[in-house]
């Protein structure tokens, strides 16, 4: 099927999400869209799938216009969409998810079961899924969850399938299957949509390249092309791949990690007695992907989570056991993996979320009442010095861009006392010009002489940062390699193997 | 719950760069009174008007009632056709007669010429606000909280059981020590009786809403079984389930002199009103209890003790309303306690909590308007022969208008919202 | 701007389990066994206590039958002994299935709870009669406006609904059903009201909690303080000066079911009653069926558990929802019908006297299951007719701790103590579409 998009424009409020975008997808390719977090990518993939209304402009399939008025229209004109949060109901078996909106009943509208096993059982055998009917969704890796989603579209006849930022949840295990996988797809003659950021991917598979930047596009690239091109048209100037660094000034052993081990609510063991130190001055730097316990650890360092085991020491103080106040109190700064989960409060100001872990004692605190000069005062000075673009500091921190409030965040822990700095994806979703900024913070604090520990999935991050690499994988480190260990090695670690030529390096 | 399923605040569908964004649907903003908002833009974008609208649309809807059912405007309704003039009389007739009666019963009776007398309507319409603001108080508190206090009947019986207990059971002792014991005890019991559903909330994570409901019930059966016990709230000898009356010495003291019903217990209800408004506002306490309100996930990461706050406001929230019930108690209805020692009034308190906005001094506004209805109501009820239970439409009408702006937009045909 | 709506409500909006707070280990296998141990040693301490002689009979049949069975006659102390062992051995075999990590089957707690309530009633009514089939053929009847409001509020919150306006919703059935059954003279027409009154009360919450996602607690609340004062009111100035001509409608008789109705026990139990309650088996039966097994059933679940997922389907989430509470409204205004065309002739004030919130007790209860809510509305009924029972036979268990009973299971239910319960996942959370 032959997609055609013509001049299309969406628009929320005065922000222009989409402005005037035509595209053709041939039956056949994979055809890429690269560009940035919130370059308008997905919001042009909701126009396709009827999920929202475009403004201006026309969508046409193998020459007919169409009129989307719900994804239902867009399923039934042979679109297909594996939506990069699964929309499968988790308390569900495969075979219901698949046969949900696209039921075949019998009497008085009572569900066809069997008709829907047997689809899922021919294209799972098809494309050799191995995915089984009566599963139920939750209790399935991610990695299968996806082939569902995949499964979904086929069984609708999709024609056209697109994967919104498919590849963020895989193992690079996982992403080599799925990049399997499409091609598979695209030898079936369908056509393939696919939205991504990362280069590497989009160099693997694709056959036309599409870049897209603030909402426009920017034109097209090589399949050939080199990274830095890549990353030069999508964020549109000459991008530093590498953060600028000194060499570290080490100090003394300050965070020594030993045997820790951390089971979550749900009796699962995510941390499995992982080891490490860290030394004052130094950046160690946690690679691995998604889901393989770095939240665990990053939560246990902070005291968030409950079944802990095993010993944290920071300079010379257990925290283990210790309540998150009293681990806050003793300069543990914390940037969490989702700042609009446990970084903000959306509802506060900037100055009220400044105050966010200073409840307690601080300068803005006397006697149980609070000192909302003093703190006005302190904010006026922070939202200048971390450059936060706001109209001023009674803005409320939800209205700000992801950059802005991540500054507010990292304004916060950086201006309290620290020891050490733990940092989860510190430039998740953040624009280019905010990921130079935090990046550069990140350095400055391990300049002073306080550890840090920051915890990525963005590998180019992780590299960028790091003065060493410790990998995890299903909660256990796979090893604690220098930061110049070639990408390969790296990616293998990630998926739990070590080469034998790998080599712990000690603090 | 996995990652993926935690609430994400305010899911844009882009981000813009490093543009300040203030993109957010207006009906996301904040409550907080700390922060300054002008009272023109308010009226600009329309929020006071439909806040006035709201309350002129419900007063119309129980104009319609009061119409509807008036026996004069039945029958001139079977003639309508041939004078109409008749019909438009009856309606005229019957509602102002109502809203008439009513002015007289809350503010002024222009009826009788002793001063004291005409603005006595005054006093009771304050002496009816009292328990609502109190009550209003704790469930607002509660909001503050993202909490959720439905249990203020159950917490108002607790707390006014307990203070009648201490309030007849106690002979001799001086008004002194006996009244504000009976007030601190029916507090305690008031607060033990939230803080049960704030501490479950905090231990098991068993939603407030669903507990504080029961919890209504158990309270109930609870004072209802001690009013068949002797040694606790039974009248020896009597089979009615009610208390004896409170001693003389733990009876709220009216404040404006005897021919006024106006006790102590406005008086108090003022005094929680400035307490609770310097905790949200001023105190540390009342900043971690908006930030657990706000984004749970943040305080618990910032080293607030998340399950300590929910415990801690509903023992307030519960605190407040066995105020409440002491106010009825030692104050209002002091010849004993029974079982709808409430009258209504711990869901009232919701009404008043939603209409004041979870703001102290909305809630004291709010509180003052659904007071001067009760005491209007009454009047209402005896003068034009119009069921009380008007009141409560009414009351729960302007809530439900006032919870959907975009409905009384419509109905008026104002412009929407969105044109800034 | 900020409106009533715009509260910090629990974040989650609806009745999820809070993320923040500890969920408490899995020890769910070992909960029974603490349960029933207690409850077991709880029953003989009584008896030890408070021993009681003589003899109890348990009558099983009732005057008209047509084959009679004989009155069971046990020695009182001797059979609360023996039914304390039967529950002791229970507990124990719950015990070996917790050391050997196996699941509990659902006869142990059955089983259990049999076995205790006769120990406890042979007790309770020494030197008296127990008429077996009054008791629980009278709990059935005290359930049905439980079971409908129950019903209504599991469709409801399957749908991403929370519906805590089942007593308003009852409330306007049963005033409905008064008026038309007077005016028409028939209740069947007055059940039909009932069913349509229910639905206007669903279509107000739906037009606010859907349309205008204001928040649905509130949105309930507020609705069923609107509901009373608005029958209130209209009783007062309406039906009481006119109760001839619209409050005085016909009851709907009993009406045996000829053959089944026959059957011993089991006959007069569940096949002499009205035909309200026969309406109540067909409606259970059949939503237990579509909600589980029907192309209707599983787009109200999947809206209920993911409104987004189920959006990018093609079904329409918000019309989905309309529908069903509506139709779950309707349900429970049916049972609103049972307090004026069955209970007594004739609406009062209040009249449901807070069922609406037990039927809501009886869905967490049945964790938004259609048949376990159903039993759990049966457990409340039984509650309160062995309340009634226990009064006339002066048992020692002051009646108020009786009538306590549904609120405390709910609290220790929701509390987790008796099992977690799951509510959908997107309940009480309003659909945005962009």
């Given at each position: 099927m032959r997609l055609v998009l013509r001049g299309i424009t969406k628009r929320f409020g005065s922000v222009v999400a989409n402005d005037s975008i035509s595209l053709t997808v041939e039956p056949g390719e994979i055809h890429c869209l690269l560009g940035e977090n919130g370059a308008g990518k997905s919001t042009l993939m909701n126009v396709l799938y009827g999920l929202y209304k475009a403004d201006e402009g026309e969508i046409e399939l193998d020459g007919v216009v169409q009129h989307f008025s719900g994804p239902g229209d867009a399923m039934a004109a042979g679109i297909g969409m594996v939506h990069q949060h699964f929309m499968l109901i988790p308390v569900f078996t495969v075979a219901e998810n698949v046969m949900l909106g696209n039921e075949s009943t019998g009497f008085a509208g009572s569900l066809d079961v069997q008709a829907a096993r047997a689809r899922v059982t021919e294209i799972s055998d098809r494309f050799g899924f191995h995915v089984k009917p009566d599963a139920v969704v939750e209790d399935l890796p991610v990695g299968?969850?996806?082939?569902?989603?995949?499964?979904?579209?086929?069984?609708?006849?999709?024609?056209?399938?697109?994967?919104?930022?498919?590849?963020?949840?895989?193992?690079?295990?996982?992403?080599?299957?799925?990049?399997?996988?499409?091609?598979?797809?695209?030898?079936?003659?369908?056509?393939?949509?696919?939205?991504?950021?990362?280069?590497?991917?989009?160099?693997?598979?694709?056959?036309?390249?599409?870049?897209?930047?603030?909402?426009r596009i920017v034109g097209e690239a090589d399949p050939k092309a080199s990274n830095a091109e890549l990353a030069s048209m999508m964020v549109g100037r000459p991008v530093e791949l590498v953060v600028h660094k000194e060499e570290p000034t080490l100090g003394a052993d300050a965070l020594v990690v030993k045997d820790l081990r951390v089971v979550d609510a749900a009796g699962v063991t995510q941390v499995d007695g992982i080891s490490f130190t860290i030394r004052a001055g130094e950046v160690l730097a946690v690679a691995g992907v998604q889901g393989n316990g770095q939240t665990e650890l990053t939560e246990a360092l902070l005291g968030l989570q409950d079944d802990v085991s095993g010993s944290i020491v920071l300079d010379g103080v257990e925290l283990v056991g210790r309540s998150t106040r009293r681990i806050l109190d003793s300069g543990v700064g914390f940037i969490p993996e989702d700042r609009q989960v446990d970084g903000l409060v959306p509802n506060f100001t900037i100055a009220e979320n400044l105050m966010l872990n200073r409840s307690f004692k601080s300068p803005f605190v006397r006697n149980g009442s609070l000192r909302i000069g003093a703190l006005r005062e302190f904010a006026q000075k922070k939202l200048q010095e971390y450059d936060v673009r706001a109209r001023d500091i009674d803005s409320l921190a939800g209205n700000l861009s992801g950059g802005n409030q991540q500054k507010v965040v990292v304004a916060r822990e950086l201006s309290r006392d620290l020891r050490l700095l733990v940092a989860a994806q510190p430039t998740r979703g953040v624009d280019v010009g905010s990921i130079e900024f935090i990046h550069k913070q990140i350095v400055a604090t391990r300049d002073s002489g306080i550890p840090v520990l920051v915890v990525s999935t963005e590998l180019d991050e992780v590299v960028a940062l790091a003065d060493r690499i410790m990998v995890l994988y299903r909660g256990q480190v796979v090893g604690i390699v220098p930061a110049d260990t070639p990408r390969e090695t790296l990616g293998l670690m990630m998926t739990g193997e070590r080469p034998d030529d790998v080599k712990d390096v000690v603090a | 719950m996995s990652d993926a399923d935690k609430p994400r605040p305010d899911e844009k569908p882009v981000d813009a760069g490093d543009t300040v964004t203030e993109e957010r649907p207006q009906d996301a903003e904040t409550t907080d009174d700390s922060r300054s908002r002008s009272l023109l833009r308010e009226i600009a974008s329309?929020?006071?008007?439909?806040?006035?609208?709201?309350?002129?649309?419900?007063?119309?809807?129980?104009?319609?009632?009061?119409?509807?059912?008036?026996?004069?405007?039945?029958?001139?309704?079977?003639?309508?056709?041939?004078?109409?003039?008749?019909?438009?009389?009856?309606?005229?007739?019957?509602?102002?007669?109502?809203?008439?009666?009513?002015?007289r019963g809350a503010i002024f009776n222009n009826l009788v010429d002793d001063p004291a007398r005409q603005w006595r309507p005054l006093t009771e319409t304050l002496k009816y606000a009292g328990p609502l603001i109190l009550g209003g108080l704790g469930v607002g508190i509660a909001f503050r909280a993202a909490m959720f206090n439905i249990g203020g009947r159950g917490q108002m019986i607790i707390g006014g059981g307990a203070a009648a207990w201490v309030g007849f059971r106690f002979e001799g002792l001086p008004t002194i020590i006996h009244l504000p014991l009976a007030i601190v005890v029916g507090m305690v019991f008031g607060a033990?009786?939230?803080?049960?559903?704030?501490?479950?909330?905090?231990?098991?994570?068993?939603?407030?809403?669903?507990?504080?409901?029961?919890?209504?019930?158990?309270?109930?059966?609870?004072?209802?079984?001690?009013?068949?016990?002797?040694?606790?709230?039974?009248?020896?000898?009597?089979?009615?389930?009610?208390?004896?009356?409170?001693?003389?010495?733990?009876?709220?003291?009216?404040?404006?002199?005897?021919?006024?019903?106006?006790?102590?217990?406005?008086?108090?209800?003022?005094?929680?009103?400035?307490?609770?408004?310097?905790?949200?506002?001023?105190?540390?306490?009342?900043?971690?209890?908006?930030?657990?309100?706000?984004?749970?996930?943040?305080?618990?990461?910032?080293?607030?003790?998340?399950?300590?706050?929910?415990?801690?406001?509903?023992?307030?929230?519960?605190?407040?309303?066995?105020?409440?019930?002491?106010?009825?108690?030692?104050?209002?209805?002091?010849?004993?306690v029974s079982t709808d020692i409430d009258a209504g009034i711990g869901f009232d308190a919701i009404t008043v909590a939603l209409l004041g906005r979870s703001r102290p001094l909305g809630i004291l506004a709010a509180g003052l308007l659904f007071g001067a209805f009760k005491a209007g109501g009454f009047t209402m009820q005896a003068q034009e022969n119009i069921s009380v239970d008007l009141v409560l439409v009414v009351q729960s009408l302007i809530v439900l208008f006032l919870a959907a702006p975009p409905l009384v937009r419509a109905i008026f045909r104002l412009p929407a919202q969105e044109a800034k | 701007m900020s409106t009533a709506t715009d509260q910090p409500t629990p974040e989650s909006g609806g009745l999820a389990p809070d993320t923040v707070v500890v969920p408490t280990k899995r020890s769910g296998s070992?909960?029974?066994?603490?349960?029933?141990?207690?409850?077991?040693?709880?029953?003989?301490?009584?008896?030890?206590?408070?021993?009681?002689?003589?003899?109890?009979?348990?009558?099983?049949?009732?005057?008209?039958?047509?084959?009679?069975?004989?009155?069971?006659?046990?020695?009182?102390?001797?059979?609360?002994?023996?039914?304390?062992?039967?529950?002791?051995?229970?507990?124990?075999?719950?015990?070996?299935?917790?050391?050997?990590?196996?699941?509990?089957?659902?006869?142990?707690?059955?089983?259990?709870?049999?076995?205790?309530?006769?120990?406890?009633?042979?007790?309770?009514?020494?030197?008296?009669?127990?008429?077996?089939?009054?008791?629980?053929?009278?709990?059935?009847?005290?359930?049905?406006?439980?079971?409908?409001?129950?019903l209504g509020g599991v469709l409801g919150e399957r749908a991403g609904v929370v519906n805590i306006a089942i007593d308003g919703q009852l409330l306007l059935g049963a005033f409905a059903a008064a008026i038309t059954a007077s005016l028409t003279g028939s209740p069947w027409a007055g059940l039909v009201a009932a069913g349509l009154a229910g639905a206007l009360v669903a279509l107000v919450l739906g037009l606010f909690a859907i349309t205008y996602f204001v928040d649905q607690v509130i949105v309930g609340v507020v609705l069923n303080v609107l509901v009373v004062g608005l029958t209130n009111f209209m009783f007062r100035q309406v039906l009481t000066p006119n109760a001839a001509s619209l409050n005085s409608p016909d009851r709907f008789p009993r009406v045996p079911i000829p053959v089944l109705g026959e059957i011993p026990l089991v006959g007069p139990i569940f096949f002499r009653q009205t035909a309200v309650v026969y309406v109540l088996y067909v409606i259970v039966a059949l939503v237990a069926w579509a909600l589980y097994r029907t192309r209707w059933g599983l787009r109200v679940r999947a809206v209920g558990e993911h409104p987004k997922a189920a959006d990018t389907v093609g079904i329409k989430v918000n019309r989905t929802r309309y529908r069903t509470i509506l139709l779950a409204g309707a349900i429970a205004g049916l049972g609103g019908a049972y307090f004026s065309l069955v209970s007594v002739a004739g609406f009062n004030r209040e009249m449901t006297g807070g069922a609406g919130y037990i039927a809501l007790a009886a869905v967490i209860f049945g964790k938004w299951d259609p048949i376990r809510a159903t039993l759990a509305a049966l457990l409340f009924g039984f509650a309160s007719n062995l309340q009634g029972v226990l009064s006339v036979l002066g048992s020692p268990v002051p009646s108020q701790f009786m009538l306590m009973l549904p609120y405390v299971i709910t609290i220790f239910a929701v509390a987790g103590l008796v099992g977690r319960s799951r509510p959908p996942a997107a309940d009480g959370v309003p659909y945005k579409q962009q």
């Open positions: 299968v969850q996806q082939r569902v989603e995949i499964i979904k579209a086929l069984s609708r006849d999709a024609e056209l399938l697109v994967f919104d930022e498919p590849t963020a949840v895989l193992t690079p295990q996982e992403t080599d299957e799925l990049m399997d996988i499409m091609r598979q797809l695209r030898e079936a003659g369908k056509a393939i949509v696919f939205i991504t950021h990362k280069l590497r991917e989009v160099r693997e598979v694709a056959d036309r390249i599409t870049v897209v930047r603030h909402g | 329309g929020n006071a008007l439909a806040g006035v609208l709201a309350v002129v649309l419900a007063v119309l809807v129980g104009s319609v009632m009061i119409a509807a059912t008036d026996e004069t405007v039945r029958e001139t309704a079977g003639y309508v056709t041939a004078r109409p003039s008749d019909f438009f009389n009856a309606v005229w007739e019957a509602v102002s007669g109502a809203y008439n009666a009513m002015f033990l009786w939230g803080g049960i559903a704030g501490l479950l909330k905090a231990r098991t994570g068993a939603h407030e809403v669903i507990v504080t409901i029961m919890l209504n019930y158990v309270g109930y059966y609870l004072v209802f079984w001690a009013l068949t016990k002797d040694w606790l709230l039974a009248t020896p000898g009597s089979v009615n389930p009610k208390s004896p009356p409170m001693q003389e010495s733990a009876i709220l003291p009216r404040v404006l002199g005897d021919q006024f019903n106006l006790h102590l217990g406005f008086v108090l209800a003022l005094v929680a009103v400035g307490v609770v408004w310097w905790v949200i506002n001023r105190s540390t306490l009342g900043y971690r209890i908006r930030a657990v309100g706000e984004n749970p996930h943040a305080a618990r990461a910032s080293g607030i003790n998340v399950g300590w706050i929910y415990t801690v406001v509903m023992l307030i929230a519960g605190a407040l309303l066995g105020l409440a019930g002491v106010n009825q108690v030692l104050g209002t209805v002091t010849s004993g | 070992r909960k029974l066994p603490i349960i029933l141990g207690v409850l077991a040693v709880g029953l003989a301490i009584v008896l030890l206590t408070a021993g009681r002689s003589g003899d109890t009979t348990f009558r099983l049949a009732t005057d008209t039958d047509f084959a009679g069975l004989p009155d069971i006659v046990v020695p009182s102390a001797a059979t609360a002994w023996l039914m304390i062992v039967v529950c002791l051995a229970l507990t124990a075999e719950a015990v070996r299935r917790m050391l050997a990590h196996v699941a509990q089957p659902m006869w142990i707690p059955v089983g259990f709870a049999a076995a205790w309530m006769v120990g406890f009633l042979s007790w309770a009514a020494a030197d008296g009669r127990i008429l077996v089939v009054s008791l629980l053929g009278g709990a059935i009847a005290l359930a049905v406006p439980l079971v409908f409001g129950a």
